[in-house]
């Protein structure tokens, strides 16, 4: 069967946050851009992942006149709180956390695809076996089979990578081209999806472990649950998810079917450079942060807009430079938020349990803890963080 050949400005590989955004922000200035997808529609639009879109992104959308994409079952940031021993500590945020959302990261997702194809965007699900060349050249070419079966080639100017840690974008660039930074928290955490409501909200900091229970719209939760990385979803009845969730945060929590759990390791990644020739690595496919932080979808977000405004830069103007120094221009963010992410993550874990680091990283947590209900520049600069404004 031959292959069918065409051309476009930019292919997005990954129809998920990031590369969703890229293509719609592109699409509102006139640029052609084709999203390959290697999951089928119904799939992408309901698996559950975690996902806060913060002030900075809230404000984004807002800019780029897609405010339309965080409707649906957005539920205040500021309804969480820190649970120590049992007792309540909720942090008063400043008026920018106001701004922030928990918002299911599969209804942006559907949002932003509704989006992307009411204004005529082309979307194309059950891409196999993609693959790109001359990544280094004036024109790569990106190839794959589509839902039929079909071979096709797409030239373009332009790839972005959006298709998360495992995709095939990163595995395209040479291995010495890439430099990889990682860190492991040394523990996991156990993940699992609720149909419960959120109560309580917010983080637990206990002996026993970390705990969170955190609103996935209404009558979701997404609970999670500090444990040894050596440990299996079956370690974990629903009995013991629940009564472990009611020890660490002090009071009982609303319960309900329990429809999935894994476990996640918590890490922290970063790939230097972000570009190689004309392919560009947003989103997860260029690093990873621990869910502590609740900075995955800000990262990506981040990525997108400044990926987008350099295409748009480079068609209406003919200046490549923005491209040229993508990675340049998300690197000291991103590093600013793994800062952040390593701090919250040390520090909320190692507060109330002593098994990972021992008594003294325990107190030394804690006083840090304390410094952000007592100080006001401590909280003011918690706050932006959490917002993703500083």
């Not at 970390?210 to 009558?219: E, K, S, T, Y």
């Amino acid at each position: 069967m031959p292959t069918t050949h065409e051309d476009t400005a930019v292919v997005i590989i990954g129809a998920g946050v990031a590369g969703l955004t890229v293509g719609n922000f592109l699409l509102r200035h006139g640029i052609d851009c084709d999203v390959l997808e290697k999951h089928p529609r119904a799939y992408v639009e309901q698996r559950q992942r975690a996902g806060t879109v913060d002030t900075f992104g809230v404000r984004m959308f807002r800019e780029w006149g897609l405010e339309e994409v965080l409707a649906g079952d957005p539920i205040s940031h500021s309804e969480g709180g820190f649970y120590i021993d049992g007792h309540a500590m909720p942090i008063d945020m400043d008026e920018d956390a106001d701004e922030s959302l928990y918002c299911p990261q599969q209804v942006l997702v559907r949002n932003l695809t509704e989006v992307f194809l009411r204004e005529g965007g082309d979307l194309r699900y059950e891409a196999a076996d993609v693959t790109l060349e001359n990544l280094t050249g004036s024109h790569p070419v990106v190839r794959y089979q589509d839902a039929e079966g079909s071979a096709r080639a797409i030239g373009c100017d332009h790839i972005a990578g959006c298709d998360g840690f495992h995709g095939v974008s990163r595995r395209s660039i040479p291995t010495t081209a890439l430099t990889e930074y990682s860190h492991e928290y040394g523990y996991s955490w156990l993940s699992a999806l609720a149909a419960a409501p959120t109560s309580p909200s917010g983080m637990a900091i206990h002996e026993l472990g970390l705990a969170g229970m955190i609103p996935r719209g209404p009558g979701a939760s997404r609970i999670y649950l500090q444990c040894a990385v050596d440990d299996t979803p079956e370690q974990w009845p629903d009995e013991r998810v629940w009564s472990e969730l009611e020890a660490r945060f002090g009071t009982p929590p609303s319960r309900g079917e329990i429809l999935s759990k894994q476990i996640v390791p918590l890490r922290g990644v970063v790939f230097d450079p972000m570009s190689y020739g004309r392919l560009y690595l947003l989103g997860d496919a260029a690093h990873i942060v621990p869910p502590m932080s609740a900075k995955g979808i800000h990262l990506a977000l981040h990525d997108a807009e400044v990926f987008a405004r350099a295409v748009i830069r480079h068609a209406e103007e003919g200046d490549s430079s923005l491209l040229a120094g993508y990675s340049e221009t998300c690197l000291p963010h991103i590093w600013n938020y793994q800062a952040f992410a390593t701090w919250i993550t040390d520090t909320m874990h190692n507060a109330g349990f002593t098994g990972f680091e021992g008594e003294f990283k325990r107190q030394i947590a804690r006083a840090e803890l304390q410094r952000q209900f007592a100080s006001a520049s401590a909280n003011k600069l918690f706050s932006e963080l959490t917002a993703g404004t500083n």
